[in-house]
T-cell receptor, first 111, second 117 residues
Framework: QQQVKQSPQSLIVQKGGISIINCAYE??????FPWYQQFPGKGPALLIA???DVSEKKEGRFTISFNKSAKQFSLHIMDSQPGDSATYFC??????????WGLGTSLAVNP | GAGVSQTPSNKVTEKGKYVELRCDPI?????LYWYRQSLGQGPEFLIY????????DSGLPNDRFFAVRPEGSVSTLKIQRTERGDSAVYLC???????????????FGQGTRLTVV
């Protein structure tokens, strides 16, 4: 049973476009929702994270939108660049501190 | 060191052998996590240390897997009687948080790619 469901599995976007990745979670005890970026052969790196007391958080070109009632959150990458091509993971954690991960989205940004 | 360091970066072993995977966390980080990532999947939680003690080992798949952190810094993940299904990238992360109330950023190493043949 996948506690964090991520979609789409893969995404192709033109340079300058907006990339949107969605996640949904089951456990209402989750209170921390990070997004990670992973390049081949590297460990995941934190992009941006949000807590359920806010509905949106923006850092540079990256924005998280959070809908607590729907138990959904999404990552928006504005002005997508070829260097953004990577695998993106959403995750969720509660007080027990262990991250539960989505299955990942492979993003390709065409020049 | 500047980041989380994992050694070796690659390990090939024969089925049935014993392996040890090492993680050097960021200096001063009290929390340390082990995850396992299979090809095309998200990381899967294995175990979490707070200081020297395993605070949560609920993700260890069976008793062939064991991890230690004797001095609260370096951690070793030990796998006995390896099986082909153990092949994956084993990721280590550390975090500076020492409270249960808030999650802070977990910094990941580059992982150890384990291949059991």
């Amino acid at each position: 049973q996948q506690q964090v469901k991520q979609s789409p599995q893969s995404l192709i976007v033109q340079k300058g476009g907006i990339s949107i990745i969605n996640c949904a979670y089951e456990n209402t005890a989750f209170d921390y929702f990070p997004w990670y970026q992973q390049f081949p052969g590297k460990g995941p790196a934190l992009l941006i994270a949000i807590r359920p007391d806010v509905s949106e958080k923006k850092e540079g070109r990256f924005t998280i939108s959070f809908n607590k009632s729907a138990k959904q959150f999404s990552l928006h990458i504005m002005d997508s660049q070829p260097g953004d091509s990577a695998t993106y993971f959403c995750a969720a954690a509660g007080n027990n501190r262990k991250l539960i991960w989505g299955l990942g989205t492979s993003l390709a940004v065409n020049p | 060191g500047a980041g989380v360091s994992q050694t070796p970066s690659n390990k090939v072993t024969e089925k049935g052998k014993y392996v040890e995977l090492r993680c050097d966390p960021i200096s001063g980080h009290t929390a340390l996590y082990w995850y396992r990532q299979s090809l095309g999947q998200g990381p899967e939680f294995l175990i979490y240390f707070q200081g020297t003690g395993a605070a949560d080992d609920s993700g260890l798949p069976n008793d062939r897997f064991f991890a230690v952190r004797p001095e609260g810094s370096v951690s070793t993940l030990k796998i006995q009687r390896t099986e082909r299904g153990d092949s994956a990238v084993y990721l280590c992360a550390s975090s500076s948080s020492n409270t249960r109330e808030r999650n802070t950023e977990a910094f990941f190493g580059q992982g150890t790619r384990l291949t059991v043949v």
